[in-house]
């Protein structure tokens, strides 16, 4: 199985921003999987924030980040990024990244079954 290791979570003021990254190991191929990331409030049920084709060629926003938030693919590093710029209170969550293979990775949405494995997660908070 892929291993998926997220850093770079902590706490900010709003407006500020925060990049996060995500190592691949163990099996992973950024030609092979899709990588997603998703996120959880206190109380909240985890959703999608946004996801990069396999290969990072296509990305998928979700419209609450839609020009706040930015992917980025190091295949060199297996390492994915999730930019986040303009932070707002509202963007205070878990966040977690995730891999997936398969047609999922071309759905026209972002649900939680698309993805086969998942990270532990970094603590975002914004204030």
């Known amino acids: 199985d892929v291993q998926l290791v997220e850093s770079g979570g902590g706490s900010v003021q709003v407006g500020g921003s925060l990049n996060l990254s995500c190592v691949a190991t163990s099996g992973y191929s950024y030609s092979t999987y899709c990588m997603g990331w998703f996120r959880q409030a206190p109380g909240a049920e985890r959703e999608g924030v946004a996801r990069?084709?396999?290969?990072?060629?296509?990305?998928y926003y979700v419209d609450s980040v839609k020009g706040r938030f930015s992917l980025f693919l190091d295949t060199a590093k297996n390492t994915f990024y999730l930019q986040m710029n303009s932070l707002k209170p509202e963007d205070t969550a878990m966040y977690y990244c995730?891999?997936?293979?398969?047609?999922?990775?071309?759905?026209?949405?972002?649900?939680?079954?698309?993805?086969?494995?998942w990270g532990r997660g970094t603590q975002v908070t914004v204030s």
């Open positions: 995730a891999a997936g293979f398969g047609s999922n990775c071309y759905a026209d949405n972002l649900r939680e079954s698309h993805f086969n494995n």
């Open positions: 990069t084709n396999p290969g990072g060629g296509r990305t």
